[in-house]
């Protein structure tokens, strides 16, 4: 490998490896609040694609019942990306209605949980497919517009191509992940965050309303997934209603590999997987999908709690 291939090879890690990072944050915060993986986040992921896709006023193909259908304005693509992520943000409220809250109430065994998000997820990549097909969609050829489709860090004569949406893409997770940093770390709202997964009934009798900071959970953990489906798509396309199922697994692989409930271990997760995927040497890129799994084995073999993640102590 030459240094050329090294730093590029870096660079788009570097890239992958933050939309990986603020895809498992929206697992993970809900993993600190309610100790439960919420397998509909994928599908939400795909549906924030599909409507920042809708919003740049972009028609739906020829299947499906919304077959042709396109909305009567354009957002820019920037807006666009917000407001599509706010809904995917919505729709992640309304799975915590519909598969978390109604056992929750009941006091029902977190594992029935798991599943029921698991159905919800299986109804709504059912309920994409219906409405606009299983085809692949495109965004436009340069949705940031940018103006050039690569940027050169090296010299004319060893140039370092790469190409520029892999620099936005990685920019505005950066800008994403540091918001979050702060509103976590320094807010009040954090604070109370924070002090529900610590421990939510000791939260409640301190007048701390956690249903409504479940809700909010859900609502950021949605909008991340959406804006995580977005930023893949501008860089890969949509492949379609299962878009979101493989990054849905690589995600939970980011969390473990990073420690079960660690916000900073997502991030380190994200950065670790994404830049030992830009590794594999192209002849064997069909094996790409397989790194992040390895990688996690191998890790958890050596420290079974994950990179930044503590070893539970069990009360007895």
């Known amino acids: 490998m030459t240094l050329t291939q090294f730093f590029q090879n870096v660079l788009n890690g570097l890239s992958i490896g933050s939309v990986y990072a603020i895809f498992a944050l929206g697992y993970t915060l809900v993993f600190s609040i309610l100790g439960i993986i919420n397998f509909a986040h994928g599908s939400v ?29 354009a957002l820019p693509f920037i807006l666009a990306l917000l407001v599509g992520s706010a809904l995917a943000g919505l729709m992640g409220v309304l799975v915590e209605r519909l598969a978390f809250r109604p056992l929750r109430d009941r006091g029902s065994d977190r594992l029935l949980s798991l599943v029921s998000s698991l159905g919800v ?15 692949a969609y495109s965004y436009r050829s340069d949705p940031f517009g940018l103006g050039q489709p690569t940027v050169n860090f090296g010299s004319a004569e060893r140039p370092i191509p790469v190409r520029s949406v892999q620099l936005v893409i990685f920019a505005v997770s950066m800008v994403v992940l540091i918001v979050l940093t702060l509103i976590i770390n320094r807010t009040k709202l954090g604070k109370a965050l924070q002090a529900v997964a610590e421990d939510t009934v000791t939260a409640r009798l301190l007048g701390i309303n956690t249903d409504r900071l479940i809700l909010f ?16 798509a501008t860089s890969q396309s949509i492949t379609g209603p299962y878009f979101g199922i493989a990054f849905g697994l690589k995600g939970l692989a980011v969390i473990v590999l990073g420690g079960l409930g660690n916000i900073p271990g997502a991030v380190v997760g994200g950065f670790v997987i994404g830049l030992a995927e830009a590794f594999v040497p192209s002849q064997y890129v069909a094996y790409k999908e397989a790194v992040a799994f390895a990688l996690l084995f191998l890790i958890l073999l050596i420290r079974p709690q994950g990179l930044l993640g503590r070893v539970q102590v069990q009360k007895v």
């Not at 896709?53 to 020829?62: D, E, H, P, R």
């Open 45 to 73: 992921f795909t549906l924030g694609a599909y409507f920042t896709y809708m919003l740049t006023g972009l028609a739906v193909g020829f299947n499906g019942v919304l077959a042709t259908t396109k909305l009567p304005f």
């Open 121 to 135: 997820a299986v109804i709504i990549v059912n309920v994409i497919q219906y409405l606009v097909g299983a085809e």
């Open 217 to 232: 959970t859900f609502f950021v953990s949605g909008f991340l997934g959406g804006m995580a489906g977005t930023l893949v």
